[in-house]
């Protein structure tokens, strides 16, 4: 007989285990068919930065934190203008947008409020 595993935390159990004992829910045979049922998490936006030290300490934290996040960076160049030509020019100077996993958006915000206060305030 095959074991049974926590949808959860992934934990595997010997036969005749039903509820995880750490998780406290139901146990599956397969966490395959579970994996395969869940939909895909919204992810937030938490930063719009040009500032790449920046982005990394957010980064550093959330990675520390295991908050799940992905990173759009670099420049954007339009390509054709208005009459379907390629366009020549500089590219749009470079920016990075952070997006988060939404339910964990608060703790991201939290974060990133913490790398900002300890950073130093810009000279002007």
Known sequence: MRGMFCPECGGEYRPGFTVCADCNVALVSSLE???A???VAE???LLATHDPEELGEIVGRLEEEE???VVHAGTAL???DEKGELRRGRPEP???RLLVHGPRLEEGEQL??????ARPLPRG
């Open 78 to 80: 339009p390509l054709e």
């Open 94 to 96: 470079w920016e990075a």
């Open 67 to 69: 908050i799940p996040y």
């Open 37 to 39: 049922a869940r939909p």
């Open 33 to 35: 068919e579970v994996q």
């Open 43 to 45: 992810l937030e936006e």
């Open 112 to 117: 990133l409020a913490e790398v900002r206060a």
